[in-house]
């Protein structure tokens, strides 16, 4: 039979959705925007947040995309057949317009008609019901229009059956998800899709959204009703083609084969180097759409830039059990970026820095990997308890770079454990003493929407703007992270700012505040926005219109929103720190007061 490749699934969502009235969107960035809460996009409804609270798309109600995302929550998982940190989610989406009973038909039609998945196969969950949300009973009688007997719709809890929120408060509700019943014998009595004894594998999650998740816990009704579907790129084409693992689809074999060849490995030969294979494999392709994303970072101790940087380590690790030779890594990206930048373009565009910046980070470790690890073997061999002390732990990362999780892999696979709260402990205190710890940490806890993080929002655009007039030519953002307390800003620069540029940027912004403009916005196509000297980052390919946020003649600028409504409510704007990001890159942290 022939195999059903990426490139074709990828299109024959998109357009069957589009059939259906939907807009394609294109994917966002893997790294959220003014989101805190949250290091990675981790769905695809992610970047849709305030669309699904209730703002205007500018592509309207219906919605489809191929999101990439990143979940790194699973890592340890990576290595067996279906985890991934990086995949591509299919996705399509009703802000307040179509409900269960389109949206079950159509999963339905697409998995029997369009994927001709046989009806015998499908099983699906509904929610049973709590004190939160009733019994799902409509999506089970929905169902069962469709066809699908009853012993083959099994009612979960909250557990299995409600997604959300992305992070800690937001848009959530009960789902029905399907799964491919994969005809094996039933573990027991109480078989279903909610036990991993392999039977079900779920392909498909359909979430009626109804709720917000407040900080206190509680569950809100949205006024608005939502669907929010996705669907793993992965793990269905590998279901499909009847493969073993995600690894065999045409995203990674190429990588997979020259991995082999390289170092004389034979994929599934045994489960060790399998799983190595698999390992640097994945790590590698996140890594290259990490570096390689429109607002990209590099490997550092903070945020995205640590998980890249411990992504990037775990392969040189892996590839040294391999025999992988130096300077492989970077090769194996080249790879992956040929085999994506069909879709996404800007991996071409990036691949000299994808390259540098993986070639940079497995050298820097390299270097004391070998050492780092003898001193390991050596710790552990003297000390008399399975436990590897918060000390030493430290010690082999801050002398051997070796990220904490890395620590605790090696002592696991050794029989030991490592003392972590021992080891927060050590850091802390070397922090301290280095005076390095002044960054102030997000805890979490808390909306983007809050009206507090939508005024800084509001105060990023109007600091962007000043920041143009008083720098001059192109001050382009490179990121932008906001927390109730404060923004964080990073631009493209290469000096640090005098002491006169920060207080005349300061002031054209507390007088753009004191002028209270009304903040305006409108929907034009990206080529109007351009036209009209709007700033920001225009990456979209199928995206028809875009949002655009204006403030008098100060500041226009394309974004998502949330804002505040006038720039009075602001308050008085202050820059607290100006200093150096990455290389060229400056960083502004500046609060409302
Ligand atoms: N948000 C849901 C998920 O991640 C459906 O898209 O599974």
Known sequence: MEKLTSVQLREKWLNFFKERGHAVIPSSSLIPENDPTVLFTTAGMHPLVPYLLGAKHPAGKRLTDVQICVRTGDIDEVGDATHCTFFEMLGNWSLGDFFKKEMIKWSYEFLTEVLKIDVNKLAVSVFEGDEDCPRDEESAALWKECGIPGDRIFYLPKKNNWWGP?????????????????????????????????????????????????????????????????????????????????????????????????????????????????????????????????????PSNVDQGYVLRRLIRRAVRFGRVLGLGDGVLSELAGMYVDIYKGEYGYLADNAEKIRSEINKEEEKFRATLQQGLKEFEKVITHIPTRTVSGKTAFRLYDTFGFPLEMTVELAKEKGFEVDEAGYAAAFEEHQKRSQAGAEQKFKGGLADNTEATARLHTATHLMHAALGKVLGGEVRQRGSNITAERLRFDFGFDRPMTPEEIKETEKLVNDAISAALPVVCEEKTVAEAKAEGAIGIFDSKYGEKVKVYSMGDFSKEICGGPHAANTSELGRFRIVKEQSSSAGVRRIKAVLE
């Not at 991993?196 to 594998?201: L, V």
């Not at 279901?239 to 034979?266: K, Q, W």
């Open 166 to 298: 992305a992070g800690i408060t937001g848009p959530c509700g009960p789902d029905t998800e399907m799964f491919i019943d994969t005809g094996r014998p039933k573990c027991g009595e109480h078989c279903s899709p909610a036990c991993d004894c392999g039977k079900y594998i779920e392909i498909w999650n359909d979430v009626f959204m109804q709720y917000n998740k407040q900080a206190d816990g509680s569950y809100v009704p949205l006024e608005q009703k939502n669907v929010d579907t996705g669907m793993g790129l992965e793990r269905t084409l590998c279901i499909l083609n009847g493969y073993r693992s995600v690894y065999e689809t045409d995203l990674f074999a190429p990588v997979v084969n020259r991995i082999c060849e390289l170092t004389g490995a034979v994929y599934g030969e045994d489960e060790q180097t399998t799983k190595a294979i698999r390992i640097v494999a994945d790590h590698i392709r996140t890594a290259t759409f990490i570096i390689g994303d429109v607002r990209g970072v590099t």
